[in-house]
């Protein structure tokens, strides 16, 4: 059982479109991790997002914490084929922990 | 800067035989720790290790073994490989044991038994 549940699981999109990715769970985690995996590569972390409704912009990425620290989203704006990529996020809870969710795969066509 | 080094990248084992997966880190941190990457699983916690002497189990540790002697490296051994640890293995490692800091990653090994 994921404790954390990511949607979509595939998301193809042409490129200049926007996407949204979600990150939802029914546990309250401390922070939420954001990592972007390439193939043949480790996981590379984007964001840490620690505050209820925190909201972080790092260039045409948005994320946004939820206020109960339970769920969160990405959002691209005007993607590019750059931003293809294994999408990850990841949930700190009290413990020596994270929690993975299994990812959305997001390809941006040329 | 190397970062977090894995060897070998690619490994096939039989059933039965064992191994051990390199982990090293040349950040000095405190906290290393083992993942396996499965289709539409997403990455679980093996073990990991917040400091030298120090180990703990994840959320899938059956089968799997680690030590921590030196800050810089954490091996993980296969006891006995069977079909159901063909995976990804990554390892990673950061500033310390609080779960709010970030994961620096290796490029992973990818692993195949028969």
């Known amino acids: 059982t994921q404790l954390l549940e990511q949607s979509p699981q595939f998301l193809s999109i042409q490129e200049g479109e926007n996407l949204t990715v979600y990150c939802n769970s029914s546990?309250?985690?401390?922070?939420l991790q954001w990592y972007r995996q390439e193939p043949g590569e480790g996981p590379v972390l984007l964001v840490t997002?620690?505050?209820?409704?925190e909201v972080k912009k790092l260039k045409r990425l948005t994320f946004q914490f939820g206020d109960a620290r339970k769920d969160s989203s990405l959002h691209i704006t005007a993607a590019q084929p750059g931003d293809t990529g294994l999408y990850l996020c990841?949930?700190?809870?009290?413990?020596?922990?994270?929690?993975f969710g299994a990812g959305t795969t997001v390809t941006v066509r040329a | 800067n190397a970062g977090v080094t894995q060897t070998p990248k690619f490994q096939v084992l039989k059933t039965g035989q064992s191994m051990t997966l390199q982990c090293a880190q040349d950040?000095?941190?405190?906290?290393m720790s083992w993942y396996r990457q499965d289709p539409g699983m997403g990455l679980r916690l093996i073990h990991y290790?917040?400091?030298?002497?120090?180990?703990d189990q994840g959320e899938v540790p059956n089968g799997y073994n680690v030590s921590r002697s030196t800050t810089e490296d954490f091996p993980l051994r296969l006891l006995s490989a069977a079909p159901s640890q063909t995976s990804v293995y990554f390892c990673?490692?950061?500033?310390?044991?609080?779960?709010?800091?970030?994961?620096?990653f290796g490029d992973g090994t990818r692993l195949s038994i028969l």
């Open positions: 990673a490692s950061s500033a310390s044991g609080n779960s709010n800091q970030p994961q620096h």
């Open positions: 546990s309250v985690f401390s922070s």
């Open positions: 997002v620690v505050t209820g409704g």
């Open positions: 990841a949930g700190a809870g009290d413990d020596y922990k994270l929690s």
């Open positions: 950040m000095n941190h405190e906290y």
């Open positions: 290790s917040v400091g030298a002497g120090i180990t």
